[in-house]
């Protein structure tokens, strides 16, 4: 008999095209049931989410070592797909011949069992062969492929930004430092001060905490640009929302004001949403049963409705008539938290809304200033069972006010030439946002914790590989 080499995904997607034929699978036990007569055999071979099913019998020439399978095997089967005999599956691969390609050890950590989130951050390169594991890394998969082709089918053009820079875009301080010299071997000039001209790059420099500074000028020969990628903040926080490497997503859009910013936000959210719906339905079924249970209802709540839009001094004003006894007392000039931020979008708006023009002073330097002279045009999307999504503006253009707001920042103008240099050059209205990937992983499979949705999670004190 021949055997074709197919795959889980097409067994389980398209199985009338295979019935009665012979087909050759590789993959890895997941299940292991033997029944004497009959051995059952859950194989998984990375294509698909679920399992299929292997049936083999004792007429197996070697059917004693396929006794002693363990879970996490490798091996390659050579069967007929044929209609399934018993509860669970339509079908099933009934096994000719059985090949083990690679015995695992008995004492895998990895079992037929629930372990907790907990236990699996310790083996972030095992946990990938649990359901949980296996669904959230497909769907960030997918996502990352989804906000590609969103852009790109919308003439985007992706920018590689550096890891390594000279600045701060946010002005925040909490830098990840990059040198090449020992810290004992720090020389120091005659008031102190390190010279850090002996540095292998020549200056300070840090890991990266935004691309935003570096992609802005993209746009000013390519109109519509963006970034995706990695970025660091070295801050000491131990929260399930909070990790010291991620990823961002940071479009830059030339002639856009506010409004377009939105827009494009939005459009890219219903995209995202859309794309991993279709293409993972198993998956996406499977976090709503298993572990947000009003995973999906949330989802379609966001590709059902407009997005709402309320400026802070609007918000602030609602969540004062609230009634509510806040944990963080509301008042004007403070940044809303994520109490806030739910009650708004969940309770008041039920659905997601944008928040604009919030006061200046808990802003970053580069928003655009309003004419009141207390805010600038700066948005967050916030979106029920999470709160803030997405954070953007519209770029302050003028230079003179620029320069002002840099003054007040602490910055100085030198270590933001290529930025000045924009607004010199040939300014104009801009504005982007910034998406935090594992934000929007988290919002897509209901996961509660940033650390679950990181490969190899880089957290305070944790640094695993």
């Not at 339509?90 to 004492?107: C, F, P, R, V, W």
């Not at 004007?332 to 919030?358: C, I, M, N």
Request: charged share 25%.
């Amino acid at each position: 008999m021949e055997f074709k080499d197919v795959t889980v995904r097409l067994l389980s997607r398209t199985p009338e095209d295979y019935v009665g034929q012979g087909v050759r699978l590789q993959g890895w036990v997941r299940t292991h049931r033997d029944q004497s007569e009959v051995i059952f055999i859950g194989l998984n071979d990375g294509s698909f989410y679920n399992n299929f099913q292997i049936v083999a019998s004792d007429a197996l020439s070697n059917v004693e070592e396929v006794r002693k399978m363990t879970l996490g095997s490798a091996f390659e089967v050579k069967g007929v797909l044929q209609e399934s005999q018993g509860a669970g599956q339509k079908y099933d691969i009934d096994a000719q011949e059985i090949t083990i390609l690679g015995l695992a050890s008995s004492d895998n950590p990895i079992q037929n069992k629930r372990h907790s989130f907990e236990f699996l951050r310790t083996l972030p390169h095992m946990r990938m062969r649990t359901n949980t594991f296996m669904a959230v890394f497909r769907v960030r998969s997918l996502l990352a492929h989804a906000i590609h082709t969103f852009f790109q089918d919308n003439n985007f053009v992706y920018v590689h930004t550096p890891i390594i820079t000279s600045a701060d875009a946010e002005g925040a301080g909490d830098l990840f430092r990059v040198t090449t010299i020992e810290p004992r071997k720090h020389k120091t000039d005659k008031q102190g001060n390190i010279k850090w001209q002996r540095e292998l790059l020549g200056r300070r420099s840090y890991l990266t905490v935004s691309g935003q500074l570096n992609v802005e000028p993209f746009c000013t020969a390519f109109r519509n640009v963006y970034t995706f990628g990695p970025t660091f903040r070295a801050e000491n926080s131990n929260t399930p929302r909070h990790a010291n490497e991620f990823w961002m997503i940071e479009p830059e859009i030339a002639f856009g004001d506010l409004e377009v910013n939105m827009d494009l936000a939005e459009d890219m959210t219903k995209y995202m949403i859309r794309y991993v719906l279709e293409h993972a339905p198993e998956e996406m079924e499977f976090f709503n049963s298993r572990i947000d249970k009003g995973l999906i209802d949330r989802l379609q709540n966001v590709l059902n409705n407009e997005f709402g839009r309320v400026t802070y001094t609007e918000a602030i004003k609602l969540l004062e008539a609230s009634g509510r006894k806040w944990e963080y007392p509301v008042e004007w000039g403070s940044d809303l938290q994520t109490e806030h931020e739910r009650y708004l979008a969940e309770e008041y708006f039920k659905k997601p809304v944008f928040v604009t023009d919030y006061p200046e002073k808990i802003k970053a330097f580069y928003m655009r200033h309003n004419e009141d002279g207390e805010t600038v045009r700066a948005m967050d999307l916030l979106v029920p069972g999470v709160g803030e999504l997405i954070g953007g503006s519209q770029r302050e253009e003028r230079l003179d006010v620029l320069f002002a707001a840099m003054e007040k920042h602490g910055l100085e103008p030198e270590d933001y030439q290529g930025y000045v240099d924009i607004r010199r050059f040939g300014t104009f209205v801009h504005s982007g946002y910034g998406l935090g990937f594992e934000r929007a992983v988290m919002y897509m499979t209901g996961m509660k914790n940033i650390r679950d949705v990181i490969p190899y999670p880089r957290t305070p004190k944790n640094v695993i590989f």
